[in-house]
């Protein structure tokens, strides 16, 4: 492991060892250390083994989402990266461009001294994933996109509103309206910012997960991001985000994760964007939101080892 690795984002290492054999009661290797990021000392944790592959968005969130299984596959390496997504006070902000973003992707692919990586993105954060599949599609694998809006923009809102009033049952917005009741919003303006944010989350359970009742604050309560970074992002770096062009021309195998109850990022969004982007292999999980690898998590394993087989 390198000494010094500048990077702007959080990122995480899988490798992926699609040989090994997937039973959970395994023993899952462990490592931990220290790397200077930015100047800055970061330390970082590892699970699992094998070839490596990039994650975006917010490392530690991850540890707990995917299975003991994937483990046996995957080896995570998590960073708590302190002056990007989990900053306390985030230094130069204006400085974090999506052009940032990627580079500092690659910074950590030089530094752990990898030719090609796989990368993998969940949600806007994803963004990232695809962008780095795009620019750099010579030291790229593959690319996993996990629930990963294919472009953001008022075509995608247009959509995507449409798309809950049309198909959430009406048992859904009903426990969509108490949860409003519950949590309302003078209620989440008392909180701070990152707090607020999260149960914001929790609030919008119905339209985020199959099972409308699921509450995520598991996931959010104890860990710390930065809300600054994370609203710069969506606000400005994200805004009016729309690769399909460049995605037309795609030379990177793709696996594309989809819940057919996502609300946040409808499946039909790819409809179209599956059909003129080479290389991309899709998997609508019938029984999943915005996070089949929770919902449907032994067939979210079966597709995505499945998939990394295949492309051997």
């Not at 990021?37 to 944790?45: E, V």
């Not at 620019?135 to 995608?156: G, K, T, W, Y």
């Not at 949590?183 to 910012?193: G, V, Y």
Request: proline share 6%; net charge neutral.
């Amino acid at each position: 492991m390198p000494n010094s690795i500048t990077v702007g984002i959080i990122a995480v290492a899988l490798i992926v060892a699609v040989d090994a054999p997937a039973r959970a009661s395994q023993r899952i290797p462990h490592s931990s250390g220290v790397i200077t990021i930015g100047g800055t000392p970061h330390p970082y944790h590892t699970e699992g083994s094998g070839v490596t592959c990039i994650v975006t968005g917010f490392a530690p969130f991850f540890t707990q989402q995917f299975s003991d299984r994937l483990k046996q596959h995957i080896r995570f390496v998590y960073v708590d990266f302190k002056n990007s997504w989990g900053a306390e006070s985030p230094r130069d902000l204006q400085k974090i461009t999506m052009d940032s973003l990627v580079d500092e992707v690659d910074q950590v692919r030089k530094a752990l001294g990898l030719e090609k990586v796989c990368i993998v993105g969940h949600s806007a954060t994803g963004f990232v994933a695809t962008e780095y599949a795009l620019r750099h599609p010579d030291h790229i694998s593959h690319a996993l996109l996990i629930c990963v809006e294919p472009f953001f923009n008022q075509e995608f809102r247009a959509i995507h509103d449409p798309f809950w009033e049309r198909e959430a049952s009406a048992d859904r917005k009903k426990i969509k309206q108490q949860l409003d009741e519950r949590l309302p919003n003078e209620t989440l303006r008392s909180l701070s910012p990152r707090d607020s944010f999260a149960m914001r989350y929790v609030r919008n359970g119905p339209k985020y997960f199959y099972d409308a009742t699921y509450d995520l604050a598991w996931l959010w309560i104890g860990r710390h991001f930065s809300m600054e970074v994370l609203d710069w992002y969506m606000n400005t770096i994200a805004k009016d985000w729309d690769p399909r062009p460049r995605l037309a021309s795609n030379r990177v195998p793709m696996f594309v994760a989809l819940g057919r109850y996502d609300f946040n990022v409808p499946y039909i969004t790819w409809d179209s964007v599956k059909k003129t982007t080479p290389q991309v292999t899709s998997q609508l999980f019938d029984k999943s939101g915005h996070f089949p690898m929770i919902e449907e998590r032994d067939q979210f394993d079966d597709a995505l080892i499945r998939w990394l087989r295949d492309l051997r």
